[in-house]
Structures are given as structure tokens and as C-alpha cells.
């Protein structure tokens, strides 16, 4: 997974006008000699905010080249992960990177979107699974899909825990009862590691895992998400 070094935006926020400040504060009233303007004069502040002006303007062309080509970088940060999987990827919504190919035979395309402010980055996986059934697993209740499911008390899960919502509550609750399954689907959903908010929704014709993944997220995470939603494609299949 490719790590990005970032200038601190502190830093590039506040460093450069802090600076300016400091200079245009130095023309205007620095001590010259007889023959030139007088401190605080008009013609120490003309000059003083041209050249500020042009500073300032100079720093927000920077500050915005900078931002873009942060963004830009940071939505490549799983680049080389899924194209080593075999997935081709290509620019989506300006920022992110999309991946689509198959794997294992499976149709599988990828979405991952970079950060913004206070949110995490934004990562939807999904794999080909031929099956009719629904349903949405998450450590709260799943908002995404699934809306009118029954909730599905799973006897493996902690009650709270993980919380499973289905159309058809008797296929589910006979598909999780299987302790290997029930296990595959805590690693997909439990944050217990830190590495990121997940929810697991199964719908006609695919699986897909909707992540929000944190600073602890890593190759190693996806690489594990990805070899159980081929695993759980595959038991899928199998109780059809």
C-alpha cells in the first residue's frame, strides 16, 4: 500500500501569510537611510502591499496545486494492490480510482475514494456471487440496503455485536449457523483491529463490502477482505 508524505497543512496554512506579514512589516518601517522614504510613509506601504499582494497570490496558486495533487496521490494509494490482483483501474469522480476485472474467475470492480475534512477515505468492494438472496451484516444496523429485512438473531454473534438484517430470516439464520461462516463474517465486519468501520451487504448477483477505512488500514487488511468475500461467494453458491 503506498504511503504518501505530506507536508503538514498546518504548516502551509499558516507558515507562508506569518511570512509575508513579516516582510511587508519590515518595508514599512525598517530604519534606511535619509535619502529614501521615511517609515510608515506612503511610499513604504505602496510598495510594501504590491509585493505582498503578489506574494499572496503566488501562495494560493501553491496552496491549491498543492491540495489537488494531494488528493490526487492519496486516491492512489491502492493502486498497486488491485492491480496485482488482475483489476484494471481508471479515474473516478475526479479524485478516486475505480478497478474492474476478474478474479478467480469472479466479476469484481473496486471504488476507492480519498479523504476529505473529518471523514475517512470511502472503499466499496464488490464480488460476483450468483444468488437471489439479501441481506446486510454490521456492527450496527446497515443503512445502505436491505430496508425492509427482519432482523435475524445469529446465536454465534454477541448479542449487539453484529447485527444481521435479511429478506428471507430462515435461509440467513441457517446460513450463519455455520461456525466457519459465522467466523468469516467477524473478520469482515469486527473492528476490533481498528483498521476501519465495515458493513457486508449481499445482493441478486454480487456481495459487496462498503469500507471506511482508518490510519490503521492496510495491504494487509485488503488482501484479507478480499480472499473472505471470494470464500463467502463460494459458500453462497453452495446453500442456493
Same mark, same amino acid.
Given at each position: 500500500?503506498?504511503?504518501?508524505?505530506?507536508?503538514?497543512?498546518?504548516?502551509?496554512?499558516? @507558515?507562508?501569510?506569518?511570512?509575508?506579514?513579516?516582510?511587508?512589516?519590515?518595508?514599512?518601517?525598517?530604519?534606511?537611510?535619509?535619502?529614501?522614504?521615511?517609515?510608515?510613509?506612503?511610499?513604504?506601504?505602496?510598495?510594501?502591499?504590491?509585493?505582498?499582494?503578489? +506574494?499572496? +497570490?503566488? !501562495?494560493?496558486?501553491?496552496?491549491?496545486?498543492?491540495?489537488?495533487?494531494?488528493?490526487?496521490?492519496?486516491?492512489?494509494?491502492?493502486?498497486?494492490?488491485?492491480?496485482?490482483?488482475?483489476?484494471?483501474?481508471?479515474?473516478?469522480?475526479? %479524485?478516486?480510482?475505480?478497478?474492474?476485472?476478474?478474479? =478467480?474467475?469472479?466479476?469484481?470492480?473496486?471504488?476507492?475514494?480519498?479523504?476529505?475534512?473529518?471523514?475517512?477515505? @470511502?472503499?466499496?468492494?464488490?464480488?460476483?456471487?450468483?444468488?437471489?438472496?439479501?441481506?446486510?451484516?454490521?456492527?450496527?444496523?446497515?443503512?445502505?440496503? $436491505? *430496508?425492509? $429485512? /427482519?432482523?435475524? =438473531?445469529?446465536?454465534?454473534?454477541?448479542?449487539?455485536?453484529?447485527?444481521?438484517?435479511? /429478506?428471507?430470516?430462515? !435461509?440467513?439464520?441457517? %446460513?450463519?449457523?455455520?461456525?466457519? @461462516?459465522?467466523?468469516?463474517?467477524?473478520?469482515?465486519?469486527?473492528?476490533? *483491529?481498528?483498521?476501519? +468501520?465495515?458493513?457486508?451487504?449481499?445482493?441478486?448477483?454480487?456481495? !459487496?463490502?462498503?469500507?471506511?477505512?482508518?490510519?490503521?488500514?492496510?495491504?494487509?487488511? @485488503?488482501?484479507? !477482505?478480499?480472499?473472505?468475500?471470494?470464500?463467502?461467494?463460494?459458500?453462497?453458491?453452495?446453500?442456493?
Amino acid at each position: 500500500m503506498r504511503r504518501i508524505h505530506k507536508i503538514p497543512l498546518i504548516v502551509i496554512l499558516l @507558515l507562508p501569510p506569518i511570512l509575508m506579514a513579516g516582510m511587508a512589516v519590515l518595508m514599512i518601517y525598517i530604519p534606511l537611510p535619509a535619502a529614501l522614504p521615511e517609515a510608515g510613509s506612503h511610499d513604504r506601504n505602496l510598495p510594501a502591499a504590491i509585493l505582498t499582494g503578489i +506574494l499572496g +497570490l503566488s !501562495w494560493a496558486i501553491v496552496l491549491i496545486m498543492y491540495l489537488i495533487h494531494a488528493f490526487l496521490a492519496a486516491g492512489d494509494a491502492l493502486e498497486t494492490e488491485f492491480t496485482g490482483m488482475g483489476l484494471t483501474g481508471s479515474n473516478y469522480l475526479i %479524485f478516486g480510482r475505480q478497478y474492474e476485472g476478474s478474479i =478467480e474467475g469472479r466479476q469484481a470492480n473496486a471504488q476507492f475514494l480519498p479523504g476529505r475534512a473529518m471523514q475517512n477515505p @470511502l472503499l466499496d468492494i464488490h464480488i460476483e456471487a450468483k444468488t437471489d438472496q439479501r441481506m446486510a451484516i454490521s456492527t450496527s444496523k446497515p443503512m445502505l440496503d $436491505c *430496508d425492509d $429485512c /427482519q432482523k435475524v =438473531e445469529i446465536s454465534a454473534f454477541k448479542p449487539g455485536n453484529i447485527q444481521v438484517y435479511a /429478506q428471507d430470516p430462515t !435461509w440467513a439464520g441457517n %446460513f450463519l449457523e455455520d461456525p466457519v @461462516l459465522a467466523e468469516m463474517i467477524k473478520g469482515l465486519v469486527d473492528d476490533a *483491529d481498528g483498521s476501519g +468501520l465495515r458493513e457486508v451487504y449481499l445482493q441478486p448477483g454480487r456481495i !459487496w463490502l462498503h469500507v471506511r477505512p482508518s490510519g490503521q488500514f492496510s495491504a494487509e487488511h @485488503l488482501q484479507s !477482505w478480499m480472499d473472505q468475500l471470494l470464500e463467502l461467494a463460494k459458500a453462497i453458491e453452495k446453500t442456493r
